[in-house]
């Protein structure tokens, strides 16, 4: 089976503009979480979501979202971004909640 | 609340010998456990986890973990180290019973395998 996959895998944006940042999980995996990873704060939970519903969210502002589609592919958007929303931006996949996280290589966002 | 503790942000062990990377985690209910790896360039990779049943779990590259429900611990084990296991480990914990789609992960462990 294929990966996780990220794109894209590397991003610079300006501070105030914003950003989608795209995943595709493993075929039948109908959980995605989505984390960021900093030197600093290590992997913080953004939001999962499972069958298109968004089940639990991350304690991050407004300006991420984040949506799943039918065929569990989703999206993260980050508006008006900000240089501290400079990291590591990670998808995972998983069957279920008792099932292991299969994680895709990650979308490097720089905001300059 | 849930959350996680490793102790330690770096381990250093010397080939051949055994190596333990801590972890301790806190939640309301009963807890689903995950080790997972990450090489340098490389993604996060699934170890181990603990669901239920046998407290100690085995997992990929000679890897173990034993559940101690009393102490609320996850520690990490390997018998004889290799200079490869050197990488950054993340535990990671869900609760059952509530935010189950949920994993916080602790803020990793540093191990270093010298020759």
């Known amino acids: 089976k294929a990966g996780v996959t990220q794109t894209p895998r590397y991003l610079i944006k300006t501070r105030g503009q914003q950003v989608t940042l795209s995943c595709s999980p493993i075929?039948?995996?109908?959980?995605v979480s989505w984390y960021q990873q900093t030197p600093g704060q290590g992997l913080q939970f953004l939001f999962e979501?499972?069958?298109?519903?968004?089940?639990n969210k991350g304690n991050f502002p407004g300006r991420f979202s984040g949506r799943q589609f039918s065929n569990s592919r989703s999206e993260m958007n980050v508006s008006t971004l900000e240089l501290g929303d400079s990291a590591l931006y990670l998808c995972?996949?998983?069957?279920?909640?008792?099932?292991?996280?299969?994680f895709g290589p990650g979308t490097r966002l720089t905001v300059t | 609340a849930q959350s996680v503790a490793q102790p330690e942000d770096q381990v250093n062990v010397a080939e051949g010998n055994p190596l333990t990377v801590k972890c301790t985690y806190s939640?309301?209910?009963?807890?689903?456990l995950f080790w997972y790896v990450q090489y340098p360039n490389r993604g996060l990779q699934f170890l181990l986890k603990?669901?239920?049943?046998?407290?100690l779990v085995k997992g990929s590259y000679g890897f173990e973990a034993e559940f101690n429900k009393s102490q609320t611990s996850f520690h990490l084990k390997k018998p004889s180290a290799l200079v490869s296991d050197s990488a950054l480990y993340f535990c990671?914990?869900?609760?059952?019973?509530?935010?189950?789609?949920?994993?916080?992960f602790g803020d990793g462990t540093t191990l270093t395998v010298k020759p």
């Open positions: 995972a996949s998983s069957l279920g909640t008792g099932s292991e996280q299969y």
């Open positions: 075929s039948g995996h109908r959980s």
């Open positions: 979501y499972f069958s298109e519903t968004q089940r």
């Open positions: 939640v309301s209910g009963n807890p689903y």
């Open positions: 603990y669901i239920t049943g046998d407290n």
């Open positions: 990671a914990v869900r609760d059952m019973n509530t935010n189950a789609g949920k994993s916080t």
